[in-house]
């Protein structure tokens, strides 16, 4: 099963990394600092982090996502499911074939906004 985890694990990691800096890691456990995330910009303003594997291969990946402001998705459909947590500001996230601000739900730092596959979400 091909699962998503986007950002949810990267407060954990933050946290942890923290703890072990100093400590060796078993074989096996990598160990990603918030100075060593690699960011990476895209034509549409926004940047992506990849922590392990990558959405365009077979396998579970991790990625965190920079949203400039006023970034907006077109609706779309995702191949698995999603799973996000908003670190910092405010995510709007729509579900349907079109949404407007006024229709979208407000997502703010803490809650994990899980977006189901084959069903169209924008933001």
């Known amino acids: 099963m091909n699962s998503s985890y986007c950002i949810l694990s990267f407060a954990a990691l933050v946290a942890v990394s923290s703890a072990f800096a100093e400590e060796k890691l078993p074989k096996g456990v990598t160990l990603i600092t918030p100075d060593k995330i690699q960011w990476v910009k895209t034509p549409s303003g926004r940047e992506l982090a990849y922590l392990h594997g990558h959405p365009d291969k077979p396998g579970p990946y991790l990625y965190l996502v920079k949203w ?17 947590i908003v670190l910092s500001g405010t995510h709007y996230i729509g579900y349907g074939d079109r949404s407007t601000r006024n229709n979208c739900t407000p997502i703010r730092p803490g809650p994990t906004s899980p977006s189901p596959p084959t069903r169209p979400t924008s933001g």
């Open 68 to 84: 400039p402001p006023n970034n907006k998705a077109i609706a779309h459909k995702h191949p698995d499911d999603r799973y996000g």
